[in-house]
């Protein structure tokens, strides 16, 4: 059974810093995706990382993958308030239906 | 384009009442589609999946139910809510190319009081 685990799970940071999210999965999976939720809201989608060594960057947030680590990272620089949500990672199993299993999500705030 | 719509956007049910929730998506075929639930504060849990009409997978026993009658028509229903049913409800769909990933619906936010 794929499992995704995301650490930290709260992280509470000040703007002009930088900090990284953590996603680890259990299974050989070579599709990862990151996704933003602010409250009340539904899912954003950010990153689709989609082979080893995929890295992607959009402003403040950058992704990369680590399949034989099985593991994904969300790095921040420079983190701005605007930034403050939830973020879920999700893995894709590869085999069968497809389906995303999600990471618990990390709750980013960023202070002033 | 490609779209999904979900609704209705929130819901406040008693206990016992039935539930029907409707997403559809518009601009493409077959597509997979999934219905997942988020309790307050927590992950996002899948209950549905679908790759076809009449082919549905059942994640998780529970009293709710989901039917595909028609190619891009998903559809979640109860016929009798439980107070743990409350949550927030999100549809989602596979574009294709995989490049594209999933894309989620708005939500419905339901309340069982």
């Known amino acids: 059974e794929l499992k995704v685990e995301q650490n930290p799970l709260f992280l509470s940071m000040q703007e002009g810093k930088n900090y990284t999210i953590y996603c680890n999965y259990s299974?050989?999976?070579?599709?990862l995706y990151w996704y933003r939720q602010d409250p009340g809201k539904s899912l954003e989608s950010l990153f689709v990382?989609?082979?080893?060594?995929a890295v992607k960057q959009e402003g403040r947030l950058m992704a990369s993958l680590d399949t034989k680590a099985r593991l994904s990272t969300l790095h921040i620089t420079a983190a701005v308030h605007d930034l403050s949500a939830t973020y879920f990672c999700a893995v894709d199993e590869a085999a069968g239906a497809q389906k995303l299993v999600f990471g618990q999500g990390t709750r980013l705030t960023i202070n002033p | 384009s490609q779209t999904i719509h979900q609704w209705p956007a929130t819901l406040v049910q008693p206990v016992g009442s039935p539930l029907s929730l409707e997403c559809t998506v518009e601009?493409?075929?077959?597509?997979?589609l999934y219905w997942y639930r988020q309790a307050a504060g927590r992950g996002l849990q899948l209950l549905f999946y679908?790759?076809?009409?009449?082919?549905i997978s059942s994640e998780v026993p529970q009293n709710l139910s989901a039917s595909r009658p028609q190619d891009r028509q998903f559809i979640l229903s109860s016929k009798k809510l439980l107070l743990s049913d409350s949550g927030f409800y999100l549809c989602?769909?596979?574009?294709?190319?995989?490049?594209?990933?999933?894309?989620f619906g708005s939500g419905t936010r339901l309340t069982v009081v």
């Open positions: 601009g493409t075929s077959n597509p997979n």
């Open positions: 299974t050989t999976s070579d599709r």
């Open positions: 679908s790759i076809g009409i009449d082919q």
């Open positions: 990382l989609l082979s080893n060594g």
């Open positions: 989602a769909w596979r574009k294709l190319p995989i490049l594209y990933g999933y894309t």
